[in-house]
């Protein structure tokens, strides 16, 4: 469900009018006079594919190439294509059009589902009244104006103007699970003048027009009138969202209804809320393409320094223009400018791979591949619900692991959205529910009668207010009869509740209804405008004059009621903070106590209040809603100067608490998020006493915290003052923790003007409270900390309407899937089923996610590095002659096929610390912070790497024999890997082997589609050397020995917490040393334990000859899945340490 704010930045996308409201003739009964010229608009087609066959090439081109590395390598291609350059353009142009190609069908294929699924909803057969006969067509053909007759059971082909149902009453009941989730039943109605149109002829004869709003995103907002002519008289009737039926929504329990075609196609309210998600960046793609320009600098710089070094070698004569190379007349005369800038061209060509063109696509799959492992994670499956969790964009996994700001909902996030009637205040006095009995304090359940010898005047008036001021709805088991067709309170006392069951779209209604029902005065059910209640065995009909419906601002709702007695009575209930100022009579301030001792139980409070009118009161109440619902300009405006009229001179009745269950494993949770070192943030509606109550017993608020206050604050000065004192508190009081705790309002004339001083509070704090908030304000909340100077990286968790705005704005949005709808699940990144799954999804995942493509797209640039190094190298042993070191298709094929596997087999699989240990310690969550591994100190460490084992391979071949780099891109990334299973062994080992089968066959057979063939025979002469294999080995010794030994040194002199981990996994007498974790295969053998030992031994880490140093007492490295296995209904915080098995 979507709030109106959530829709602002979607209005650009609305299809553009030339005025505010349109006008729709029922049945296209256009006026016969000359002068009218219809208004246009959208036919009912739903586009939800980004292609059409015609524009599918060029569009997505254009897309692809709007990414700097795809376009660079295009500017290559060209390059190649126009000038004499050393390589051949397939080995820019193959590896482009290989990713190109792969992208596109990837990007096609999705979009033709699309166009599948387009094609089923516009071709689905519909029936229209036209010509006086009810006719089947397609639902791509329905116009605005058309009567569509929609069946039970059927979802709305468009946005329908209700006209008239099968009932008498002319409603009907619907459900909007695919728009918001929301399973319950939902009653919608049609006006008086309309609902007797109940066949195809009458509906023909019927002269009406319809005037509305333009079409827009909120779905909750419809603003319009119907004028019926009937007997030559104009009859105008206000119509709202009750009127007005979504397509997307679904026809419940009534057999047919009758509507007007009013938003059609992309213009329905369901095609316009396509369009509101927007897109996020994680840092890794910011730090990737920042990257980017740094190596296109060292690219430049590279061909740049080539070009004029050439030139300064060849000022000297002799190798200007060699014997051997004699330049003709035309390049004699040659414009120098045009040469050094053809020089340059060539030198850009021949380093071009120092750019990684994979990189992109890699991780692409990187993260569609890896995002289903969330999915297949059972410790993330709730199976009360069977409900598992859900990625909705893969783009963020890597976020997951960066969080430092959680910011979460309270009421269906941390607790159950249960809710259950305990307590209650009735003229000063507090009651509480025994048994079905409602009981003063300090009374026992001694009553045989039951509550009925207790409950008389005041507090029946309030039992039945609360049993009245509701929108709650009754199923029966027999749905499919109308309510007018068979007495459904027919039986003993007017009712049988075995066979009625309430749905409401608020747990807290549906809670006061249950316990009204149990103490003794029921809610039956509505019939039209009557709703019917059981007071103890007597049935009372009272008809229903007006709703005034809940909204944020208010904070409460209302109804006008004729009583029995042909009295008017006004009934409502809300917050305390609104309903107690318009109180004028009853125990207010007793009230007022009453409610603050519930809220400091943690209990949901309302307050319920009621109004007497007189006949001439109640004239001037029903003129001005009338004239308020009919205005078709400032409607909402003047809605709110009604409501406020009416609701005022209150007398109070009392107020009602409901217990919100916390669920299972929030404390945990919340505790390992602060262990984590990431600061949790609630962000509820509630008063500030009930939130700081569950803030306390789910362990947001310790009971040693020092908890500072910003509430109720009037003016920007006054605030301002308490944000400096609580700043002066925070730096005198010698406390470890302080929690703050501000209200909506409050919070509003701190963001004014203070926003500085607030956020110096805030972030002293290591737990925020703020109650009382609008849904907007929690997205500006969101955004303020997500702007601040730090840039810290936000995660928003909610599960209602009111959460999706701060969803959206934070840098990863989680849906909690539970009883408010799936309008946040709808709107988010991930979707999860508990609260307590946050911590395996941040803790684990995200962990794993960070440090898996940290490590690709560092390696990625590195191993192009090594690659494209030598290259430059040799250019200073061929006098710049642009000579290729490498054959054409060792160029094309090195990114492709040689190095590709590897890498992306450990971005999916790798895992530095078992999942168990990461749960159990989420302080190794703090290792990854700041985008640790991605530092420029990170990203310089490896390209310097790059650069040593170049010159290292380079000049160690140049002075042994010649070698290609395939083996030490595969080396380094062996030695990255912790966790190896046979997959790893097989691509890594595999694309080595790979590498040498290939070579074999591409120069050992003369191949007759290849113009030229400079790698004949090479390879099997070089590979029958035994100094080759000998020098292939010392060179790659070398080049990684001095990685191995800086790995093992910082591991015993400055190991982070979890290289400390994952010796500690395991019990002490069978800890990996640190020679070892890099060692171990999946076995347990140790390749390398007589080093380990050594440098053990060198280190003073053990004694020579010491028990304890021995291989076979070491743990194993990977595990295996006979070791114990962790469920997810253990605490996260007291999982036993991982038992070591062998190595």
């Keep these: 469900m979507c709030t109106k704010h959530c829709f602002d930045d979607c209005q650009g996308f609305d299809p553009p009018h030339q005025s505010d409201t349109r006008t729709v003739y029922v049945a296209n009964r256009f006026p016969q006079n000359g002068h009218y010229i219809p208004q246009r608009f959208a036919d009912n087609r739903i586009i939800s594919s980004k292609y059409t066959v015609w524009n599918f090439v060029p569009k997505n081109m254009f897309e692809q190439f709007r990414r700097i590395a795809n376009f660079y390598f295009l500017i290559i291609f060209l390059v190649q294509l126009m000038i004499d350059t050393p390589t051949s353009p397939i080995t820019s142009g193959l590896p482009l059009f290989f990713v190109i190609t792969v992208t596109a069908i990837k990007q096609g294929y999705e979009d033709w589902l699309r166009h599948k699924a387009d094609n089923e909803v516009n071709g689905a057969p519909v029936f229209v009244v036209r010509s006086g006969s009810l006719v089947q ?151 990737m393409n920042t990257f980017l320009i740094i190596y296109l600098v060292i690219l430049l710089f590279e ?88 990625v909705n964009t893969s783009d963020l996994n890597e976020e997951l692991g960066q969080v430092e700001y959680v910011f979460t909902d309270k009421t269906g996030t941390l607790t159950e959205n249960e809710m259950h009637f305990r307590e209650c205040s009735i003229k000063g006095t507090k009651y509480r529910e025994v048994n079905g009995k409602l009981l003063p304090e300090g009374m026992t359940d001694d009553s045989p009668d039951g509550s009925v010898a207790h409950l008389i005047g005041d507090e029946v008036l309030f039992l039945k207010a609360v049993s009245l001021c509701h929108t709650v709805q009754i199923s029966y088991d027999q749905p499919d009869l109308p309510l007018g067709a068979s007495d459904p309170f027919s039986h003993v006392n007017g009712f049988s509740s075995n066979h009625m069951e309430y749905y409401a779209s608020s747990p807290d209604e549906k809670a006061l209804v249950e316990a009204t029902k149990r103490i003794g005065v029921a809610f039956t059910g509505s019939r039209g405008e009557t709703m019917e209640i059981n007071t103890f065995g007597k049935l009372e009909k009272y008809k229903l004059l007006h709703l005034l419906e809940f909204d944020a601002n208010r904070r409460r709702m209302s109804v006008i009621l004729q009583t029995p007695s042909g009295g008017t009575v006004l009934f409502t209930k809300g917050a305390e903070s609104a309903i107690l100022p318009f109180a004028t009579s009853g125990e207010i301030e007793k009230t007022r106590l009453h409610v603050d001792e519930f809220a400091l139980k943690g209990l949901r409070t309302l307050v319920v209040a009621c109004r007497h009118f007189s006949p001439e009161e109640y004239m001037d109440v029903d003129k001005r809603l009338t004239a308020a619902r009919t205005a078709l300009q400032q409607r909402e405006e003047k809605l709110q100067e009604a409501f406020d009229f009416i609701e005022r001179d209150l007398q109070l009745l009392g107020a009602t608490a409901v217990e919100d269950k916390l669920q299972d494993k929030v404390q945990e949770t919340i505790e390992a998020l602060r262990l984590a070192g990431i600061k949790v943030w609630v962000l509820t509606g509630d008063k500030h006493e009930t939130a700081v109550s569950v803030s306390l017993s789910c362990g947001h608020f310790h009971r040693t915290m020092n908890i500072l206050e910003l509430l109720q604050q009037r003016s920007d000065n006054e ?99 539970g009883k408010e709808g799936r309008q ?15 911590a395996k999804l941040l803790l684990v995942h995200g962990h794993f996610y960070y440090i898996r493509i940290a490590t690709l797209v560092q390696y990625f640039f590195y191993k192009n590095v090594c690659f494209i190094t030598p290259q430059f190298l040799y250019q200073f042993f061929c006098l710049f002659s642009q000579q290729t070191l490498y054959d054409s298709v060792y160029l094309t094929l090195y990114n492709i096929c040689f190095t590709s596997l590897p890498i992306l087999v450990y971005s999916l699989f790798e895992q530095l610390v078992h999942p168990h240990v990461l749960q159990s310690k989420p302080c190794l969550y703090r290792d990854i912070r700041k985008n640790s591994l991605l530092s420029f100190r990170t ?61 074999l066959f591409y120069g050992g057979i003369i191949w007759p589609f290849l113009h030229t063939q400079d790698m004949y025979f090479v390879f099997v002469q070089l590979l029958s050397s035994g100094s080759a294999w000998f020098a292939i080995i010392i060179i790659v010794i070398i080049c990684l020995s001095p990685d191995v030994f800086k790995k093992v040194l910082y591991r015993h002199l400055q190991p982070t917490s979890t290289q400390k981990s994952q010796s500690l996994s395991a019990p002490p007498a069978q800890a990996l040393s640190c020679m070892e974790s890099l060692c171990c295969y999946q076995q347990g053998q140790s390749g390398c334990s007589r080093l380990a030992s050594l440098l053990d031994q060198m280190t003073g880490h053990c004694k020579a000859g010491a028990s304890n140093c021995h291989t076979s007492s070491r743990c194993n490295r990977s595990w295996s899945d006979t070791e114990t296995f962790y469920s997810n209904d253990r605490s996260i915080l007291t999982l036993s340490p991982i038992e070591g098995t062998r190595c």
């Excluded at 409270?769 to 730090?790: D, F, G, I, N």
């Design 824 to 838: 946040a699940v709808r709107n988010s990144d991930y979707a999860i089923a508990r609260f307590k799954f946050l």
């Design 137 to 287: 067509t397609r639902s791509k053909n329905i116009r605005v104006g058309d009567i569509v007759r929609v069946a039970k059971d059927e979802t709305f082909p468009v946005d329908l103007v209700l006209l008239s149902s099968d009932r008498a009453d002319g409603t009907c009941h619907i459900t909007t699970a695919s728009l918001d989730g929301e399973t319950n039943l939902k009653t919608h109605f049609s006006v008086p003048e309309t609902s007797v149109c109940q066949s195809v002829s009458q509906l023909e004869a019927l002269q009406a027009v319809v005037e509305c709003q333009q079409p827009e995103a909120d779905l909750y907002r419809f603003v319009g009138r119907i004028t019926v002519i009937q007997h030559g008289e104009e009859i105008v009737r206000p119509l709202g969202p009750e009127n007005l039926l979504l397509r997307g929504a679904r026809l419940k329990n009534t057999k047919e209804i009758f509507g007007v075609a009013v938003y059609t196609g992309m213009e329905s309210k369901m095609a316009l809320n396509y369009k509101c998600k927007s897109q996020k960046r994680s840092a890794v793609e910011k730090s």
């Design 939 to 999: 990203f310089l460490y490896w390209t310097v790497l790059g650069f040593c084992h170049a010159f290292i391979f380079f000049f160690g071949s140049y002075i042994l024999m010649g070698e290609d780099t395939t083996l030490m891109g595969n080396g380094q990334i062996a030695l990255e890997t912790h966790f190896w299973t046979w997959m790893h062994h097989f691509v890594t080992w595999g694309s080595i082997a790979f590498y040498f089968i290939f070579s």
């Design 719 to 817: 605030c301002a003052e308490q944000l400096r004192r609580l700043a002066r508190r925070i730096k005198e009081d010698h406390v470890i923790q302080h929690g703050l705790v501000v209200d909506g309002a409050s919070l509003s004339l701190a963001l004014r003007e203070h926003e500085k001083l607030f956020m110096e509070v805030c972030k002293n704090c290591s737990a925020v409270l703020c109650c009382r908030m609008a849904p907007l304000q929690k997205a500006k909340v969101v955004r303020l900390l997500k702007t601040s100077p730090e840039k810290p990286i936000t995660l928003a968790i909610g599960d209602g309407a009111n959460d999706v705005s701060m969803i959206q704005e934070a840098h990863v949005g989680i849906g909690i899937m």
């Design 303 to 390: 061909a740049i320094l080539s070009t004029i070094l050439k030139y300064a070698w060849q000022a000297e004569e002799k190798w200007n223009e060699p014997f051997y190379n004699q330049k003709t007349e035309q390049e004699r005369n040659s414009s120098p400018i045009l040469k050094f800038i053809s020089d340059f061209l060539a030198f850009l060509v021949l380093y071009n791979f120092i750019i990684p063109i994979s990189l992109y696509v890699t991780v692409e799959m990187q993260k569609f591949l890896g995002s289903f492992f969330i999915g297949w994670d059972l410790d993330l499956y709730h199976e009360e619900s069977d409900q598992k969790a859900q």
